[in-house]
Nanobody
Framework: QLQASGGGLVQPGGSLRLSCTAS????????VAWFRQAPNQDRNFVAA????????YYADSVKGRFTISRDNAWTTVYLQMDSLRPDDTAIYYC???????????????????WGQGTQVTVSS
C-alpha cells in the first residue's frame, strides 16, 4: 500500500516536497511515478524513476522546476517542487509497478498500485 504525503497550501513561487512510501516493501526494481489531477481534468504524468532507478523522466510542464529522488534504501520516493505556479494545483498521486517498462512510464494505465493522493494548492 502506498502513502503519499507532504501536500499543502503554498504561495506562487514557493516550494513543497512530497513523499511516497510503501508499507512492507521497497521500491527497488519497480518503476515509481508521480501523477497529478486538477479539478475536471484527466490524471497526467509528472515524473518517474525507471525500474532500475537509473533514469528519471519529467513532463515538459515541470522540467527544471520539479525533481524526483529517492532515499538510499529505496523506501521513500520524493518529489521536490520548486517555483510552484497556480496551474500546479492538483491532487498528486504516487504509483508503482515492477512490470512497467520505460516506454510506458508516462501512462497511468500501466501502474497497478496507487497511493491515496495528496492535495497541492498554489495560491496567493
Amino acid at each position: 500500500q502506498l502513502q503519499a504525503s507532504g501536500g499543502g497550501l503554498v504561495q506562487p513561487g514557493g516550494s513543497l516536497r512530497l513523499s511516497c512510501t510503501a508499507s512492507g516493501r521497497t521500491f527497488r526494481s519497480s518503476a515509481v511515478a508521480w501523477f497529478r489531477q486538477a479539478p475536471n481534468q484527466d490524471r497526467n504524468f509528472v515524473a518517474a524513476f525507471s525500474r532500475t532507478g537509473g533514469y528519471t523522466y519529467y513532463a515538459d510542464s515541470v522540467k527544471g522546476r520539479f525533481t524526483i529522488s529517492r532515499d538510499n534504501a529505496w523506501t521513500t520516493v520524493y518529489l521536490q517542487m520548486d517555483s510552484l505556479r497556480p496551474d500546479d494545483t492538483a491532487i498528486y498521486y504516487c504509483a508503482t509497478d515492477p512490470s512497467v517498462i520505460s516506454s510506458s512510464l508516462r501512462s497511468q494505465s500501466a501502474y497497478r498500485y496507487w497511493g491515496q493522493g495528496t492535495q497541492v494548492t498554489v495560491s496567493s
